[in-house]
Every structure is written in C-alpha cells, then in structure tokens.
C-alpha cells in the first residue's frame, strides 16, 4: 500500500476516534458550578485538549495497525474469500 492511502486512512480512523475521545472526563460549566458571562453552560469547564489529542493519537495508531494487519493476514483473507 502506498504511503497517501495508508495516511489517508490514518486520518479518517483519526477523526473518528477523536469524536469518541473528545466527551471523556470532560465536565460542563454547568456541573463545575463556574459559568462563564456570555458563554453556554454546557460549554466545557476546562478544555484539556491535548491529553485528548495524544490518546486519540495513539487509539488511531492501533487501530489502523490492527485494521491492515487483519486485511493483510492470510488466514483471514482465506476465511473471507
């Protein structure tokens, strides 16, 4: 495979594990108590972005490891076919 598909892929497997990453262990101003003038309560409290970028990082590293590892394995290409 070449290096812009298997980047392409990365980027989509990215994405999407950064939607599922991105609620995780954030609170809403709303439940901290400390609502910010002019802002959404349900806006988050404190951001904490880039811990939520690194997990996502390494999620989509592993899962695009065990995605070509299952499309290039002979066993499974076997059963599917």
């Known amino acids: 495979m070449q290096i812009g598909s298997l980047l392409a892929v ?3 497997i990215w ?3 950064f939607i599922l990453v ?3 262990g954030s609170r809403s101003q709303a439940e901290a108590g400390e609502i910010v003038r002019g802002s959404d309560p349900g806006a988050p409290a404190v951001l904490r972005m ?3 970028v690194l997990a996502t990082s390494a999620l989509a590293i ?7 590892w299952g499309l290039s394995n002979p066993t499974l290409k ?3 076919n």
């Open 62 to 68: 592993a899962v695009t490891a065990l995605l070509f």
């Open 78 to 80: 076997e059963y599917w």
């Open 22 to 24: 991105l609620p995780i």
């Open 50 to 52: 880039w811990p939520k």
């Open 10 to 12: 990365y980027f989509v």
């Open 15 to 17: 994405w999407l594990c």
